[in-house]
């Protein structure tokens, strides 16, 4: 680990007070993400987690600082996420960095940011921030993120088991720890008891690893059943993968099964479909491909990856509200497919 990243860590693990602002920018998105959610764990069970936008903080740049050195009304404690993070809040941000005190820390999430724009380098030069960009994770380096994460759970693996990891995660590192979670678990490792893992435990626990954390969000959503797809999204969500990643793993499925309908209505029968599609589909995932692909037409897929695609676009809108709309799109794709049993 560089140095710098190793000084982020140690400052998110320990909630350090010295730093009131964490900014996180560049295209690894679900990386931000991830980096945000360990600050929210530091700070504990119950802590409150308080919700800007950058439009919001433009119209009252005193707000943030007002905020971080507010008390809870419950007497708790609090973090502030600042998403997405654009320029429109580069006034708020250094009033908070220059105010006399601040108790409660921010993360700022900016995929949409560059090194030189304002928001940035207000950040960079105060003390008491940590900026850091974040990029996907490739070759050598992601193998060797997915071996540090392991030795950070007591997980030793070999470079081959570390890079199948890295693949079947998609290069997302907040789909890699909970993959990692997981083996952990099933070995039953801990940083005081290591344990080694191969191929075998990746072939155990199956279609967890394969297809990353979002396999049954993908079957509630496309299989129509709405109250799952919902409760999926809020533990997704507890867990920092949130937003564009939920969104282009639920496109790709989309297009997967668009691919297979096509055909379908090309006059290829079902059976034919699914044996051609070959390693496409799981085998576990049989049953649950073969009903999704009775409840939509290659016409209604089409416009399903079209809301998602303009879901992804307005998330990354300036001034755009977290994930809330894209949640409903999500949801609203899996009433459609509820609607055609």
């Not at 009903?291 to 879901?311: C, D, F, K, Q, V």
Request: proline share 3%; aromatic share 4%.
């Amino acid at each position: 680990m560089k140095p710098a990243e190793a000084r982020l860590v140690r400052a998110l693990d320990a909630a350090d007070p010295a730093i009131r602002l964490y900014l996180f920018y560049g295209p690894d998105e679900a990386g931000a993400r991830a980096l945000a959610a360990r600050l929210g764990k530091a700070m504990g069970e119950g802590v409150e987690r308080v919700d800007f936008t950058s439009s919001q903080l433009k119209s009252d740049p005193a707000r943030l600082a007002d905020e971080a050195a507010s008390i809870s009304m419950f007497g708790g404690r609090r973090w502030i996420r600042l998403d997405p993070a654009t320029d429109d809040a580069a006034e708020a941000v250094a009033a908070l960095l220059e105010a006399s005190a601040a108790g409660n820390p921010a993360v700022a999430i900016g995929p949409g940011l560059r090194k030189d724009s304002k928001l940035v380098k207000a950040a960079t030069a105060s003390d008491a921030a940590i900026v850091h960009a974040c990029y996907a994770p490739e070759g050598r380096d992601a193998d060797g993120l997915a071996a540090e994460m392991g030795r950070a759970l007591g997980l030793s693996m070999r470079p081959d088991v570390a890079r199948r990891l890295v693949a079947a995660a998609s290069n997302d590192r907040a789909v890699l720890a909970q993959e990692l979670k997981k083996l952990a678990l099933y070995v039953d490792a801990a940083p005081d008891q290591v344990r080694e893992i191969g191929h075998e435990a990746l072939d155990a626990l199956g279609a967890g690893i394969e297809e990353g954390d979002l396999t049954r969000l993908a079957h509630a959503v496309f299989g129509g059943e709405a109250a799952t797809a919902d409760s999926e999204l809020k533990r997704l969500t507890s867990e920092g993968i949130e937003g564009v990643p939920v969104l282009r793993a639920l496109s790709r499925r989309a297009l997967l099964l668009a691919q297979l309908r096509g055909q379908m209505e090309g006059g290829e029968g079902i059976d034919r479909v699914m044996e051609t599609a070959g390693r496409a589909i799981f085998w576990k995932e049989t049953a649950a491909v073969r009903s999704e692909l009775s409840r939509w037409t290659a016409e209604s897929l089409s416009i399903a990856i079209g809301r998602l695609g303009e879901a992804e676009r307005r998330l990354k809108t300036t001034g755009y509200a977290g994930s809330f709309v894209a949640d409903e799109e999500i949801l609203a794709i899996s009433r459609h497919a509820a609607r055609r049993r």
